[in-house]
C-alpha cells in the first residue's frame, strides 16, 4: 500500500510539472511549496465551476449533471445520450464517458510503441491516446472545452459567451487572480485549466481504493467467483480482456489502468435510440469523423474508438460509444457472440437476413477487429459460457473504488 501511495502522489507530481514546470516557477521567485498553492487554489476554483450550471446555455446544466461523482463522474442515468442545448432537448451521438483515471492517457499518436518494462519497443501499436472517444483533446483543458461550446451539450456559442456567464457569476476576481501564474490574458484558458487542474485531484480522479487495488495489496482475497472471473479475464483463449484492458501492475508498481489507451473497431450495433443514426446515411466513425476532422482521409481509421478503463465500469448504466447496451452483462456477452451467434446480436432486414456490422459501412468492415474472443470458431460455441460472463461481471464490480471490508 505505501507503493501504491507513492505511486498516486508520482503521477500528480508529474501532472502538475506538466502544467506547471517548477524550473520556470522558480525562475520567476516562486517557491514549490507557493506553486502548489497556486494549484490548490485552481483546483478548488475548477471544483466550484464543474458543479456550476450557471455557465450553461440553459442555466441549468453542469459537468456535473452528466458527469456524477457518486456514479464515477459518468452519467447516473441509463440514457445513451444526455439531453442539453440551450432548452435540454438536444442530443449528441456518444455516451457520456467518466472522467476518472484520465491521468496517465498519452497524447494521441498514429505510432504508439509501448514503453513498459516488458514490451518490445519495435512493435507499432498504431492510432493510441487522447482524450474523449476520438482521441481529439490532448489535455484535461482541451476537453473540458469541448461540452462548454457544444451545441447539444452545455450550449455556448463562443468563449466569449462562456466568459460573459462566468463573470455574471461572480468568478471575475479569482479567475484573473490567476492570469500571471497561467501567464495568460484569456479568461477562457484560465477557467479550463481550473477545470484541468481539478480533474487532476487524485483523491477524487484517481484513488485506487476498489477491491481489487486491496487484493493487489494483499489485504483482501477475491471470491471465489472473482477470482474465476479475473482468471477468464486475462486468458487468451477465454475472455482475452486483459490484452486491451491491461489488470497487472507495471514493473515500477504503477496500478493497472485497465485500458492500453489504444483505438479500435468493435463493431458494436447501430443504436436506433439515437436521433442522429435514425437516418441511413448518418454513420460515427470514431477516428475518422464526424467530430473528428483532421483524419478524415484515412479510410484505415474508420470505425475506431478509444479503449476506455474498466474501472468503475459497474456504476455505469450504459456502455460502449453509443450507449447501445445497458446491462454490464450483455456487454461482456456481445465480445464472444459478436461473430458466434450474430443472429443474437445485430437485427435482421426485412428478407430475414442479419445485418452484420450494421453500424459500419461496409467499405470500412476490414478495421474491424476480429482477435479473440472475436472471429468465428470451429465448434461455432461461444468461447464463454453464460456462468463464466457471470464470474466475469463479478471481476469487474471489484473494480469500483470506495471499497470497504462491508463493500461495495
Known sequence: MIRQSYMRKALLVGGLMLMFPFSVR???????????????????????LFHDPSLSASGKLSCASCHDEAHAFAPANG??????????????????PSLKYLQAVPQFTEHFFDSEDEADESIDNGPTGGLTWDGRANTLAEQAAIPLLAPFEMGNKTQAEVVAKAIKAGYEQKLRAFEPFLKTTSLF????????TYQ????IFYPYTSKYDAYLAGKVALSPEEQLGLKLFEDPAKGNCASCHISQPGHDGTPPQFTDYGMIALAVPRNMELEETRSVSSYDLGLCGPDRQDLHDRPEYCGLFRTPTLRNVATRKVFFHNGFYKTLHDAVAFYVLRDTHPDRVYPKDTHGTVMRYNDLPTQYQDNINKDPPFGERVDNNPALSEKEIDAIVAFLQTLTDGYTQSGP
Do not use: I, M, P
Not at 33 to 45: G, I, K
Not at 79 to 96: D, M, Y
Open 26 to 48: 522558480a525562475e520567476e521567485g516562486l517557491t514549490r511549496a507557493e506553486v502548489f498553492r497556486q494549484v490548490e487554489a485552481l483546483s478548488a476554483l475548477g471544483d466550484s
Open 79 to 96: 440514457l445513451a445520450v444526455q439531453k442539453g442545448g440551450a432548452t435540454l432537448q438536444a442530443t449528441g451521438h456518444r455516451a457520456t
Open 189 to 196: 484558458v484560465v477557467l479550463t485549466k481550473a477545470l484541468e
Open 200 to 203: 487532476q485531484s487524485w483523491k
